[in-house]
């Protein structure tokens, strides 16, 4: 690919912790995903095939929901500052159909991540907590005694609810790392073509080159 | 093994495939009546339930009331519920009401259920948990409108009374039947359970029992498990026997509406996202957006050495 010359400049976005713990939590997340809409719809029940069958499923679905909650809660702590709204999200949504037709040159200048971006985060950490609590009130083999049923029954319909929610959000995630290209090394490989922060973040480009100016090169896997 | 004929199956939980139907509308309904009024509390048919079925429970506690055990456990599928009573007359009754699982037509449980063929509805209207499918998700503890089934705290299995299905499917009574000393529960078609109930209910009215009627209650379709109550208009008085039972709307919405939303969203999301590709292409960096990015940074760089140089 054209974007990533071996001498292009190259801009430092996520520490190596952070590209780990990205990964956990996408894994988690693909994993309750599966499971769990294996327990939401008769349709998809074949899907627990793949954690060894229907009783596997159920017992393994919430554990990884917990490591889910501990890696977001990691993530979410080094993201909220970078997500915080400005008077730049509102010029950016008020352009979306420059957005969507790729028109990037008519799109203010942003900081480290566009409203899109800020969506994603957001919701996320509104809905991983919803998932964690009333995931608890149904989670019957450890809680089962400290709830009325009525009130599983609405945690149930609230967790199902949050989970296409939260599902939906992360295939525009995802989706958006296809389409804009040159985005996904930020989270395989740490660092981003100066081109690409260029377009996308101008005012975090330029706090970057303020603060550390760019490599020549990229550097090694991990080491930075 | 369940004990079942697939011909018998009229509903299976979870399941995509259309249960057999060659023979619907052939085979008989069955329904155990429930006569509460000839009712004395002997518990005999908690004993039956245990030796047939090859459960016992674990030794509680008396703390005070006839009920034992306190409450439906998963070794304990039905259960003599006492409840002392004060009539408008000032007159104590002492209502006893046999509990345990209704035997829905419109089962919240079969409807709750995520586990394919872990609950069967038999076309004699007995409901089946069939355990070798049951995973344990403790779902058919919110679908049920009677707060019936138990979650086992040994092999996280639910359980609940099977109506003896299997002595049913040979031709025999279910052991509570069997046992009961006064006649008060009884066993047969529905219609003809339905037929004496009717002549019950008359009986009690005649006797002051203004209230009495047969608890059958439509809200889940009727029911295969059936009371005389000698105050029907008020079912709840015999430990808390809902009025008008119906699945939960909540439980309706999450088993409904929301499965059909969610894959819709996932679909919309998915579909869009492609078709949005398709005709918008990528979003690529341009070589003139790289060049005034390098451009930037030597210029930076220059601006550092000028500042450096300013300093010394």
């Known amino acids: 690919m054209s974007l990533h010359e071996p001498d292009a400049p190259v801009l430092r976005r996520y520490t190596a912790f952070l590209r780990i713990n990205h990964w956990i939590a996408a894994a988690c997340f693909i994993m309750l995903t599966l499971s769990g809409l294996a327990m939401f719809s008769p349709a998809l029940f074949w899907l627990s095939a793949l954690f060894g069958g229907g009783q596997p499923t159920r017992a393994i679905h919430p554990w990884i929901g917990v490591v889910l909650f501990v890696s977001y809660a990691l993530l979410c702590v080094r993201f909220l500052g970078s997500n915080l709204p400005n008077r730049d999200d509102v010029a950016w949504s008020r352009r979306i159909v420059d957005v969507i037709n790729n028109r990037d040159e008519n799109l203010p200048e942003l900081g480290k991540y566009n409203p899109g971006q800020k969506l994603v985060f957001w919701s996320q950490t509104l809905l991983i907590p919803v998932l964690l609590v009333t995931g608890l009130v149904i989670w019957d083999w450890y809680f089962y005694g400290y709830t009325t049923i009525q009130t599983k029954r609405v945690a149930v319909l609230v967790h199902s609810l949050a989970a296409i929610l939260a599902i939906t959000v992360i295939i525009v995630h995802i989706y958006a790392g296809i389409w804009v290209k040159g985005t996904m090394r930020a989270m395989t490989r740490g660092t981003v073509t100066a081109g690409w922060a260029y377009r996308h973040h101008r005012k975090w480009f330029r706090q970057s080159l303020a603060g550390q100016p760019p490599t020549a090169e990229p550097p090694r896997a991990g080491g930075d | ?312």
């Open chain 2, 1 to 312: 093994m369940a004990n079942y004929q697939s011909l018998d199956i009229v509903r299976r939980s979870a399941s995509t495939e259309v249960s057999p139907g060659i023979r619907n509308g052939t085979e008989m309904e069955v329904a155990k009546l429930i006569d509460v009024s000839r009712c004395i509390g002997c518990k005999a048919c908690q004993s039956a339930c245990e030796q047939w079925n090859d459960l016992r429970d674990d030794i509680g506690h008396h703390v005070g009331v006839y009920d034992n055990p306190l409450d439906l456990t998963a070794k304990s599928w039905t259960l003599m519920r006492f409840t002392e009573y004060e009539n408008p007359k000032g007159d104590l009754e002492f209502l006893i009401r046999k509990d345990g699982c209704m035997h829905c037509a419109d089962p919240g449980c079969l409807k709750a259920c995520p586990s394919p063929g872990a609950i069967v509805q038999y076309a004699n209207g007995i409901v089946d948990f069939v355990e070798e499918n049951c995973i344990g998700c403790g779902y058919c503890v919110k679908g049920c409108p009677f707060n019936i089934p138990r979650y086992a705290q040994d092999d996280r299995k639910a359980y609940k009374c099977t109506l003896c299905n299997d002595r049913v499917s040979v031709g025999q009574e279910p052991a509570c039947v069997k046992t009961c000393p006064t006649g008060a529960i009884m066993f047969g078609s529905k219609g003809a359970m339905i037929e004496h109930a009717n002549g019950r209910v008359e009986d009690l009215q005649s006797r002051g029992f203004e209230g009495a009627g047969l608890y059958d209650p439509q809200g889940v379709g009727g029911t295969h498990v059936m009371y005389v109550l000698h105050h029907a208009d008020q079912p709840e008085l015999y430990a808390g026997l809902p009025k008008d039972p119906h699945i939960s709307p909540v439980v309706q919405a999450w088993k409904g509406g929301l499965k059909i939303f969610g894959l819709a969203s996932f679909a919309l999301a998915t579909i869009g996202s492609f078709i949005h590709y398709v005709t918008k292409g990528p979003n690529e960096v341009s070589s003139e957006e790289e060049e005034e990015a390098r451009d930037e940074i030597a210029a930076s760089k220059q601006r550092r050495t000028v500042s450096r140089e300013v300093r010394l």
